[in-house]
C-alpha cells in the first residue's frame, strides 16, 4: 500500500511508531466497547427482541411492536425513562429542535450554558418574530453563557441570568465544530448538579451528538432530563440510513412527540418503512463501530503529531466524541488534507473538493466525506472553514483500517503541496 504513495516510506514509519504508541490507549477503548457491547445485548436479550420485531409496518404505523420494542431498548441503553428513535426524524437538528418546541412555550427563556451551539441550531432559536417560525418568532427568549477564557462554564453569568422564566438550559457535549474541547460525562454530570441548584424548575436539555457510546454512560444517566442526537453518527452504528433520536424523562419524550407528529398522536404512530432491521442491527454494532471510529481518532492525533501538527484532544487525552481536531496552519494543507481523505473514500473517491460557501458559515468550507450514507459523519469524513488556524475536523470511520488509509493518504497529499 505505501508503494502507491509517492512519500510512502516516511509515510510508513510515522504510521507505525504512532500505531506503536497508542496501544496502551487503543487497550483501553477494546474494554470500553466489551462493557458496551455487552449492555447493549442485555438490553436485547430483557425485551426478548425476536426475528418479528425487524419487520416493518405501513400507513399510520399504529401498534408497530418492532418499533416499540426498539424504543424500550433504545431507552435502556442509554438509561432513560422513555425513548423515541425514528426514521421520520430527518437530522440531529430536527430532534433537537422537536426537543425545544416540544418543551418551550411563548414566554419561556432556553438558556444555552455551553457557549454557542452548532451552527445548525442558530436558525432554529432565531433572533427576532421575523415570520421564520423559530423560537425568537413563538416568542421563546435565549440567552448563551460563554465559555470563559478557559473553557470553563461561566457559572456567574448562568446565576446572573437563571430566573424564573428559564425553562431550558441547555449543554452541547460535543465540541462540534467549535474550537473548543467537549465536555466528558463526569463534567455533564457536576454541570447537572449546578443546575439544579442554581434553577430547579428548568428542564436540562443535552445535544447528545458524537458522543454516544464513547463513555459507559449517557448524559439520561448522569441526570439529564432530555437528549437528542442523529441515527447517522454514533448510535445508527453506519447501518441507519436516516433518523433521529430523543431520550429522557417520559414527560418530556411525549412533549418532543406531540411537536413531531402531532398533540394526541405523540408516540403511538409513524410507520417505520422497513427501517427496523437496519436499527436493531446498527444499535447492536454501534459499541463495535465507535470504538473503530475511537480508534482512528486517536489515530488521528498520535499520527499528526509525531508528524508536526499540534491536535486536540491529544492522542492520549481522555475523550466524549469521535471528533479529532487538527491545525494544519495553512490553507494549502487544509485542502489538501481534504482531498486527500476524499480519495481514499469508497464512494466518490475521484470526486475533487473544492472550498465553497456553505450556509451558516461566514467562510468557505471544505468537506471530504465519501460516504455510503450522505452526511454521515459515522463514516471517515474531513472538514474545515478555510480561516485561520485552518483547523481539519475529523471524524468516523466504519473501520479502523480505513482511517489509517486516509490518514496516509492526505499526508501524502500535503507533502506534495510543498507547503508542509
Ligand atoms: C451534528 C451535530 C448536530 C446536528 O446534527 P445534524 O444531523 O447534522 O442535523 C447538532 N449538534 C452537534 C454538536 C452536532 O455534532
New binding site residues.
Given amino acids: 500500500m505505501y508503494e502507491t504513495l509517492n512519500h510512502g516510506t516516511w509515510i510508513e514509519k510515522k504510521v507505525r511508531e504512532a500505531e506503536k504508541k497508542i496501544q496502551p490507549v487503543l487497550k483501553e477503548v477494546e474494554k470500553n466497547v466489551d462493557l458496551k457491547q455487552w449492555q447493549v445485548l442485555n438490553a436485547y436479550r430483557e425485551m426478548k427482541v425476536s426475528e418479528l420485531h425487524l419487520q416493518s409496518s405501513t400507513g399510520y404505523g399504529y401498534d408497530d411492536l418492532g418499533r416499540e420494542t426498539f424504543e424500550k431498548v433504545f431507552a435502556q441503553i442509554v438509561g432513560a425513562e422513555q425513548a423515541l428513535v425514528r426514521p421520520n426524524i430527518i437530522?440531529?437538528?430536527?430532534a433537537?429542535s422537536a426537543c425545544l418546541y416540544g418543551v418551550l412555550r411563548p414566554g419561556d427563556e432556553l438558556v444555552y450554558l455551553t457557549g454557542r451551539?452548532?451552527d445548525?441550531?442558530h436558525q432554529v432559536i432565531g433572533s427576532s418574530r421575523d415570520g421564520s417560525g423559530s423560537l425568537a418568532d413563538y416568542g421563546v427568549s435565549y440567552r448563551e453563557i460563554p465559555l470563559t477564557k478557559e473553557n470553563a462554564i461561566d457559572w456567574l453569568a448562568f446565576e446572573k441570568a437563571a430566573n424564573s422564566r428559564t425553562r431550558m438550559v441547555a449543554i452541547?457535549?460535543?465540541?462540534?465544530?467549535a474550537d473548543r474541547p467537549s465536555f466528558t460525562i463526569r463534567e455533564i454530570r457536576q454541570m447537572i448538579r449546578r443546575v439544579r441548584e442554581i434553577s430547579p424548575q428548568s428542564v436540562i436539555f443535552v445535544?447528545n451528538?458524537?458522543g454516544e457510546f464513547v463513555e459507559q454512560e449517557e448524559p439520561t444517566a448522569a441526570g439529564a432530563d432530555l437528549i437528542a442526537g442523529?441515527l447517522?453518527?454514533n448510535p445508527g452504528g453506519g447501518m441507519a440510513k436516516s433518523g433521529?433520536y430523543i431520550a429522557g424523562k417520559s414527560e418530556l419524550v411525549e412533549k418532543a412527540s406531540a411537536r413531531l407528529v402531532a398533540p394526541g398522536i405523540g408516540v403511538e404512530g409513524g410507520a417505520t418503512f422497513g427501517h427496523m432491521h437496519d436499527y436493531y442491527q446498527g444499535l447492536f454494532m454501534a459499541p463495535h463501530v465507535v470504538g473503530e471510529a475511537l480508534k482512528g481518532a486517536i489515530f488521528t492525533a498520535a499520527f499528526l503529531e509525531e508528524t508536526g501538527f499540534k491536535t486536540t484532544p491529544a492522542w492520549n487525552e481522555k475523550r466524549t466524541d469521535i471528533?479529532q481536531q487538527v491545525y494544519l496552519g495553512k490553507p494549502e494543507l487544509l485542502i489538501a488534507f481534504c482531498r486527500g481523505i476524499q480519495s481514499a473514500s469508497p464512494i466518490d473517491a475521484h470526486i475533487l473538493p473544492v472550498p465553497s460557501p456553505m450556509p451558516g458559515y461566514e467562510d468557505e468550507v471544505i468537506m471530504a466525506a465519501g460516504t455510503f450514507v450522505q452526511?454521515a459523519?459515522i463514516e471517515l469524513s474531513a472538514d474545515g472553514p478555510l480561516r485561520p488556524p485552518y483547523i481539519a475536523y475529523i471524524q468516523g470511520g466504519l473501520t479502523y483500517s480505513h482511517v489509517k488509509i486516509g490518514l496516509a493518504q492526505a499526508m501524502d497529499f500535503m507533502i506534495e503541496t510543498g507547503h508542509f
Fill in positions: 437530522s440531529g437538528t430536527h433537537i451551539p452548532y445548525t441550531l452541547q457535549r460535543s465540541r462540534g465544530y445535544d451528538c458524537y442523529s447517522i453518527k433521529g471528533i452526511g459523519s
